[in-house]
C-alpha cells in the first residue's frame, strides 16, 4: 500500500512540475509547518476537549486533512532520500523497545533518561 501512495505522490508532484521546489530543506520545513497547524487545531484545550474535538465532523476533517499533509510530506521526502519509511519505522521501533522497557516503562510518561538516572542511584545505593 505504501508504495501505490508513494507513486501517487510522485505523480502528483511531477505533473504540476513541482520537483524543482521538493528538496530535502523545504521538504522537512513542510514538515514542520503542517505538524503545527495540527497542533493549532488543540492549542489551549484540555485533554478531555481535545478528545470532544474530534467528534466534530466538521472539525475532524480539517484534522484529517493536517495529517494527510504531514503524511504526503513524509512520504515525498522519503521519495526524495530513497528511504524506505516502513524499514525505518521498524528500525525505530525496536531502538525504542530498548529505550523503554516494558517492564520499567509500562503505565508511565518519563522520558527513556529519568529510568537511566534511576538505574545508576539504584546501583549506587
Known sequence: MTSEIRDKIRAFIKA???????????????????????????Q??????SKELLANKRKRVEIEDELA??????LDFCNLSDIDIEKIILRKLA???????????????????YYRRKKRITKRE
Open 44 to 49: 489551549w484545550l484540555t485533554i478531555e476537549q
Open 16 to 42: 504540476r512540475d513541482w520537483e524543482k521546489f521538493h528538496s530535502p530543506k523545504n521538504i522537512s520545513m513542510s514538515i514542520a509547518i503542517e505538524a503545527a497547524e495540527l497542533m493549532e487545531h488543540f
Open 69 to 74: 499533509d504531514i503524511a504526503i510530506f513524509v
Open 95 to 113: 531502538k525504542t523497545a530498548r529505550k523503554y522497557p516494558v517492564r520499567l516503562v509500562k503505565g508511565k510518561a518519563h522520558k527513556y533518561t
